[in-house]
């Protein structure tokens, strides 16, 4: 396992010293992105981490709330994407996970707080005749 870190962090090593930025390219590929942290070589930290891997899932637009750094534990707010809702809590705690895992593999659960519905519409009386 030290013999894959060490060829890992050598790849890196002369990716940075390339013209241009070609990390970036193996920063954003989910198993890179893995094999970088589990050789603890990331060069990102833990919260730029998270948000690279909740803007994988832009279908489920999410805030991060709160981090537990000792259980493990990010707490996600999902915000409304124009949609009915319906089950929309679920399938973004999935796809945040999933995403997590590679990127984030420190995060041990994940629990997303659906956004408060809008303001509903109150008709308080008919429209005066002739108003339409």
């Known amino acids: 396992m030290d013999f894959y870190g060490a060829g890992l962090a050598r790849v890196l090593h002369l990716l940075s010293a390339a013209p241009g930025d070609p990390v970036a390219g193996l920063l954003g590929d989910e198993l890179v992105a893995g094999l970088l942290v589990l050789h603890d070589l990331h060069p990102e930290d833990r919260d730029t981490r998270i948000a690279r891997a909740l803007d ?9 709330v709160d981090f537990d750094e000792e259980s493990g534990a990010l707490t996600l707010r999902a915000r409304e994407a124009g949609g009915c809702g319906c089950g929309s809590g679920e399938s973004a705690r999935e796809a945040a996970r999933a995403a997590l895992a590679c990127f984030a593999p420190e995060v041990g659960s994940v629990d997303v707080q659906t956004a408060p519905a809008g303001p509903t519409l109150l008709q308080i009386g008919t429209a005066p005749t002739g108003a339409r």
Request: negative net charge.
């Open 56 to 64: 994988s899932v832009r279908e489920h637009p999410l805030d991060v």
